[in-house]
């Protein structure tokens, strides 16, 4: 069974970072894509950040772009996401998915974990 | 960036059909995914590329795609299918990313 278990969220004031880590179970981590997606409350879905297997290309959302960090560990089955200059706007509830396919963002998502609350707020 | 436009609520009832539209420019050119989700969980995949289903999705969810619009068809609607649904593309006119929907609610009257 596939299994994404999202840690990391919590409190931030504006300005400030947070880490968020998802072990991944139940597949072969090193063999898929994976992403990070967010919902800020009562909003619908907004794709954040991804990274493909092998080299590792990583993509992102202009709204992230150069203050997010996607990376992944391939030892821990572990997916990433460094977040820095934190704004009010990043809160939300964001998911960690796996992709359908291996180097390629394109396929869709077939699995998400529950999700970790992210709030930022003096 | 591509914008992908719902129609903000459908309500249908039981046993009855239900279609949700996600519109875009030339988004017959993408592979369309749709995704379900109730309230307070994480999005389903229920559609990928354009029409087909993962396994463990009835038969009654359907998909299409062409020109600028890509549907999602519910067939003999349950009450259990109330949900958000997000239509989702790869978006590659700049650069790459994935792109929502702005998603519909479905209620089963």
């Known amino acids: 069974e596939v299994q994404l278990l999202e840690s990391g969220g919590g409190l931030v004031q504006p300005g400030g970072s947070l880490r968020l880590s998802c072990v991944a179970s139940?597949?072969?981590?090193?063999?898929?894509?994976m992403s990070w997606a967010r919902q800020a409350p009562g909003k619908g879905l907004e794709w954040v950040s991804g990274i493909v297997t092998g080299g590792g290309s990583t993509y992102y959302a202009d709204s992230v772009k150069g203050r997010f960090t996607i990376s992944r560990d391939y030892s821990r089955n572990t997916l990433y996401l460094q977040m820095n200059s934190l704004r009010v706007e990043d809160t939300a509830v964001y998911y960690c998915a796996k992709e359908r396919y291996r180097t390629s963002l394109k396929g869709g998502t077939d699995y998400w974990g529950q999700g970790t609350l992210v709030t930022v707020s003096s | 960036s591509s914008v992908l436009t719902q129609p903000p609520s459908v309500s249908v009832a039981p046993g009855k059909t239900a279609t949700i539209t996600c519109g875009g420019n030339n988004i017959g050119s993408k592979s369309v995914h749709w995704y379900q989700q109730k309230p307070g969980q994480a999005p389903v995949l229920v559609v990928y590329?354009?029409?087909d289903r993962p396994s463990g999705i009835p038969a009654r969810f359907s998909g299409s795609n062409s020109g600028n619009t890509a549907t999602l068809t519910i067939s003999r609607v349950e009450a259990g299918d109330e949900a958000d649904y997000y239509c989702?593309?790869?978006?590659?006119?700049?650069?790459?990313?994935?792109?929502f929907g702005t998603g519909t609610k479905v209620t089963v009257l």
């Open positions: 989702q593309v790869w978006d590659t006119i700049s650069d790459p990313f994935y792109v």
């Open positions: 590329d354009d029409r």
């Open positions: 139940g597949f072969t981590f090193s063999s898929y894509a």
